[in-house]
């Protein structure tokens, strides 16, 4: 016979086997500074609600233990490979990407982060897993200690939620979140709650596609252009500036830019406010940003703003909308008047070159009929996987040796960028020159929503985006205004380039924008235009601003990195 001590001691046993697929992660967070105590000790008790279906199916308690021990061991893999790789927490803006992502952008990000000993390591945290499941068995509890075990474990692991919903005042919805900011600590719940905060931030896009006729216009608003005219804004993918020729850069990435630099006002201090692009957007084209996140639900935006100054508005994209991320990414197309989708593929193919959309521009432009034209074009830009971003005959910087800090597969993901750059800069620049060939007034600003880190910081290796361990390379873009010979006869050109080493965040472009396509309403913050003569230096702020502890402005705290020196 089990005494009661041994079977309270084997449910104990339990409780470690279920916490041992969190505690190894939050015990290297804990050990390497990275997270506090409090992550250990939260998991622990968020885990004891795997206790409950060990305590309902004793008879099988060994077996159902077995297949919730698989599903925590497949849950934790994302957390600790992620801390393996960045030394970092497994984020909710990190799971963002994971649920955009597809299958081919994992497997290159497998391909380069995957080293040799994370195959032993992985084996070794498997191993341990089994070998503590192997040594339960089977308990057995009388049904008044389940009547009393099951409801205090469903309280311990409803704490939160219980003391600011049933004791306090705070309403469901906060005393919800509040429970699942907390749970987040442990596996699974980081990937479950992270996948419904995701959801809501679809709903949301969803939501301002909805509400978006009913919000009230711009009051007195004045437009200052030709009768006739045209404004372009270009937004492109994960550009990195300092990987552009145009901006210094050693290797000869922007040769087409280069040689219309003259004519380019070339801004050389601004920085996206994310490393994100659905999160970029959400702050440049409406009145949103870091101290203010969800105004773009509250807000007109700047296609909003266009169509009540009487422009025709076009959005032309060879972003994908054939995924999960197309709901997100298009929302803001959909607001457009007409909407050129030119990128069906489900996967980040090398079929969908930006070249795709010089055509329905240029035909765009050939509508005289149209006298007052905004038109939007969202490249795929450089965006990984790098190698997907151009064709053949821009290879130009395959096969270069670039320093003896890079392994292969890592020279090969560099200059691979380096190549998408090359060919991003023959699209730009096709699009500045359609511009130009304009009869009538015609102006263009390009911007990238954010920047990549592809082996910049020589220091920290590392290709991608992580917004809680940010690189100078995840947050620089290029910034450049363009007009043509009719629009330089009513603007000042050589004004605006003296104002090029002015410091600004894309957050505030709506105010930029509105200001470089002549209009002026009630709601226009000019100190927040960086062409305006009441600009004003506001903080540079990234960082997620739902935990304002990572907010950081860049102006009183800029990057310092070690920068990769390239031989050639």
């Known amino acids: 016979m089990r005494t009661k001590k041994s079977t309270f001691l084997m449910l104990f046993k339990y409780q470690l086997f279920f916490f041992y697929f969190t505690a190894v992660y939050q015990s290297l967070c804990f050990l390497f500074n990275v997270s506090g105590f409090v992550g250990l000790r939260n998991s622990f008790y968020y885990t004891l609600i795997w206790l409950i279906p060990i305590l309902i199916f004793q008879k099988h308690s060994k077996k159902i233990a077995f297949v919730i021990g698989v599903f925590l061991w497949l849950a934790s893999l994302p957390s600790l490979f992620y801390f393996l790789i960045y030394k970092q927490e497994f984020s909710q803006s990190v799971i963002y990407i994971i649920f955009e992502s597809n299958i081919v952008e994992s497997n290159e990000f497998l391909h380069t982060y995957f080293s040799w000993w994370m195959i032993p390591f992985f084996i070794i945290y498997t191993l341990i897993g089994y070998i503590i499941w192997k040594k ?46 907390k749970m987040q600590c442990a596996t699974p719940w980081n990937i479950v709650f992270g996948y419904v905060s995701y959801k809501k931030v679809l709903d949301n896009m969803e939501k301002l596609l909805s509400k978006n006729s009913t919000l009230p216009p711009v009051k007195n608003l004045v437009d200052n252009s030709p009768s006739v005219n045209t404004v372009v804004l270009v937004i492109g993918e994960s ?9 210094g850069y050693k290797r000869d990435t922007t040769p087409n830019l280069d040689k219309m630099k003259d004519d380019l006002i070339v801004f050389k201090n601004v920085y996206s406010p994310r490393p994100y692009t659905i999160e970029v957007l959400e702050q440049a084209l409406t009145f949103g940003d870091e101290l203010h996140p969800d105004m773009y639900l509250k807000k007109v935006n700047i296609i909003n703003i266009m169509k009540q100054a009487g422009y025709e508005t076009y959005w032309i994209t060879n972003q994908q909308t054939q995924t999960k991320r197309n709901t997100m990414l298009t929302t803001f197309s959909k607001i457009a008047d007409h909407q050129v989708y030119l990128n069906n593929n489900r996967r980040q193919n090398s079929s969908s070159y930006d070249e795709v959309v010089l055509k329905p521009f240029k035909k765009v432009l050939a ?27 821009f290879n130009k910087f395959t096969n270069r040796k670039v320093s003896d800090k890079l ?5 090969e993901s560099y200059n691979a960028y380096d190549n998408a750059v090359y060919y991003n800069d023959y699209v730009v620049s096709n699009l500045i020159k359609s511009v130009k060939n304009e009869k009538t ?32 390379a995840m947050y620089t873009i290029p910034f450049i205004l363009y007009g043509n010979e009719k629009y330089k006869e009513n603007n000042n050109y050589k004004k605006l380039k003296s104002l090029t080493k002015r410091y600004f965040t894309s ?32 903080p ?29």
């Open 136 to 181: 339960l068995s089977n308990i057995s509890i009388k049904l008044t200690g389940k009547i009393i075990l099951i409801p205090i474990l469903l309280l311990i692991a409803s704490e939160s939620f219980a003391k600011s919903y049933v004791l306090g005042n705070s309403n469901f919805d906060s005393s919800i979140e509040r429970q699942m900011t």
């Open 239 to 247: 550009t990195d500036r300092n990987r552009m020729s145009l901006y």
């Open 367 to 393: 509508d005289k009929k149209v006298k007052k034209k905004f038109i939007v074009v969202h490249l795929l830009g450089t965006h990984s996987r790098y190698d997907y971003r151009y064709p053949d005959n």
């Open 407 to 411: 392994n292969e597969k890592e020279t």
């Open 441 to 472: 007034t015609a102006s263009l600003l390009y911007l990238s929503d954010h920047g990549e880190e592809v082996f910049d910081d020589i220091d920290k290796k590392k290709m991608g985006r992580n917004e809680y361990a940010p690189t100078k």
């Open 507 to 538: 957050a505030d472009l709506l105010y930029t924008f509105s200001d470089f396509a002549k209009l002026k309403y009630d709601s226009l913050d000019l100190s927040k235009s960086i062409i305006s003569d009441k600009f004003v230096q506001h």
């Open 540 to 568: 540079v702020l990234i960082g997620d601003p739902t935990n304002k502890k990572t907010l950081r402005d860049l102006i009183k705290k800029p990057f310092v990195y070690k920068k990769i020196k390239i031989q050639s």
